[in-house]
């Protein structure tokens, strides 16, 4: 009954999921783009534009993820870390140690942040994730989270979730000072509702209406110039709020705009968005390396504004082609240590961007 019911809704709405990451992966890439040249002055007046886009990519992500993630609950422990928690450590810890040999070799401009070779915050990866696939140990502890959790009653986990997503949206109150930790606290409830009402989220999917994007839209606009121009995130619970709306709000556009032909690519990118979300790093910090000597011109200075929007564009379609390129090395992508009984379904899953 599970799997026909799976079989079910995949085939109904895979559309709008794919549409729904390639939105999130472009405005995630938009931020990186933002967030790297703002340390070389090259972001103009993005970064606010880039605390907007902060409500919205990694709560679809984990909303998404979640939704594919009941049957593990079945799963005993053995079964839970062949299955699904041995890739995501593999890897982490892969894509992380790439990311040391890429710095060694690229220079590291971001005074903003810890060099990624400094030994000991290599060596803190694994508890105290600094690396940019913070994303990929997050899901590891939502789904040991999610199992662990399991014979709580469904209210009680959603209400904890909520309340410590309220603790650490709110400025100032639980504050972990980690990327990780910090995403994991704000995010778990998003991920632990999909496990659970997946049949609930397709079904309303089918009803959306024009009128709903549109509510939503409004609200998550509205909200957005509260909290950053007239500064209410401290007013707690406000951030978790709009993060909600985000997710609604992705879901009623996804289901409506999949229909538009010409926005096809967005699918395409949604497909690859695991990939892009391994590669493009790389790219930004390459460009940001290749900028840099030039950071003081006035010509740059004065396409500041223009700058994020352009190189993500071009990092986009760049790690889209070097995805296919790559795609063919399944050792990026899947765990080469699992059974071969499962990493047939998982390599699919996988290289087709079911983790992202």
């Known amino acids: 009954m599970y799997i026909s019911f799976v079989k079910e809704i995949q085939a109904e709405n895979r559309e709008w999921i794919n549409f729904a990451k390639g939105a999130a992966i472009i405005l995630v890439v938009l931020y990186h ?60 810890l892969l894509w992380s140690v790439i990311r040391v040999v890429f710095y060694l070799v690229v220079p590291h401009l971001r005074g903003t942040e810890r060099s990624p070779t400094d030994l000991l915050n290599i060596a803190l990866l694994p508890i105290w994730p600094t690396s940019s696939y913070w994303f990929i140990w997050a899901l590891a502890v939502f789904t040991l989270l999610a199992w662990l959790l399991r014979k709580l009653p469904v209210k009680l986990q959603i209400a904890l979730a909520g309340a410590v997503a309220v603790l650490s949206t709110t400025p100032g109150v639980l504050d972990l000072d980690n990327v990780g930790w910090d995403r994991v606290a704000a995010n778990f409830g998003f991920f632990i509702i999909a496990v659970y009402f997946p049949r609930t989220v397709y079904r309303l999917a089918a009803r959306v209406r024009v009128w709903h994007a549109v509510v939503l839209v409004v609200a998550y606009v509205g909200l957005a110039a509260l909290l950053v121009l007239l500064h209410l995130s401290r007013i707690p619970g406000l951030i978790l709020l709009e993060s909600a709306i985000a997710v609604a709000m992705g879901v009623a556009l996804a289901t409506l705009l999949v229909r538009v032909k010409w926005l096809n690519f967005m699918s395409t990118l949604g497909q690859y968005s695991f990939q892009i979300y391994l590669l493009h790093l790389f790219l930004v910090a390459s460009a940001l390396a290749l900028l840099a000597p030039f950071a003081e011109s006035v010509w740059l200075q004065r396409a500041g504004n223009a700058l994020p929007f352009l190189l993500a564009a071009i990092v986009l379609v760049a790690s889209l082609y070097l995805a296919k390129l790559l795609r063919r090395y399944s050792f990026l992508w899947v765990s080469p240590f699992r059974k071969r009984q499962t990493k047939v379904v998982s390599r699919r899953a996988q290289v087709n961007g079911d983790l992202l």
Do not use: C, H
């Open 33 to 92: 783009s933002s967030l790297f040249l703002n340390d070389l002055g090259l972001a103009g007046s993005t970064p606010r534009l880039r605390l907007v886009l902060s409500y919205f990519p990694m709560p679809v992500f984990f909303f998404i993820a979640g939704l594919t993630a009941r049957r593990m609950l079945t799963w005993n422990l053995t079964d839970l870390w062949r299955r699904r928690l041995l890739t995501l450590v593999y890897l982490y």
